[in-house]
């Protein structure tokens, strides 16, 4: 079985992000993962926020927001541990910083870091329907994180491929049971992951058959359903 990270952030890419590269890779060879995506929060308060000011560059700010991927990417090299990218993004439409709903994150995989790059600033400004769209001609897959957490609200989910159905986060409750419910009743993918942002934060994730050769191999696979969603640390 190959173990694999859904969910994890890290201190200069993520506000709320406490470990370092160096840390988490350590950790997680320990833990026993094979590997692991990371899905900083990339939303425009947050980019132009803290990515930005962590590296004092506002020209570069889609560079910067990957340092951490890429850093991690070496130090899980040490241990033979894969690294993949993703977001955890929040476009302008359902962003937590703004006056009114829809409040949502949603995970992307099967995003490369050069589509990023091309793309980063159109997906901030993407409605839900653009963002679907663009998801289904670049081979990603978009899955709405934590919908029961209390901050968020529900989104249109004709508009996403899949649903977090077990966010193991040590410290918040994300009623995985309801988010469960909501996957089934919709027929979505289902993924899970540690929503890591400390030391001892990791446990979640899911169980593959065999290593994605890369993100687009990812996102196939989840579209394939041929794994299993780790629900209990
Ligand atoms: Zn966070
Ligand atoms: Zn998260």
Redesign the pocket.
Known sequence: MYKLEMHL?TIHN????QAEPADIAHDYAKAGYNGIVVTN?FNRTDLFGYVAQQFGSRLNVMTDYMHDYYELKDECAKYGIDVFFGL?AAPDFCTYYKYSPPYGEILVYGITPEELLRDGYDILNFSDREFYEWAEKNGCVLVVAHPFRSICTPLDYRYVHGIEIANLHAYQNSHNEKAEELCASLGLISTGGS?Y?FEGGEGGGILLKRAPENEKDLAAILKSGEYEVIKKR
């Open positions: 952030h993520s506000h709320c992000g929060h955890e929503d942002h």
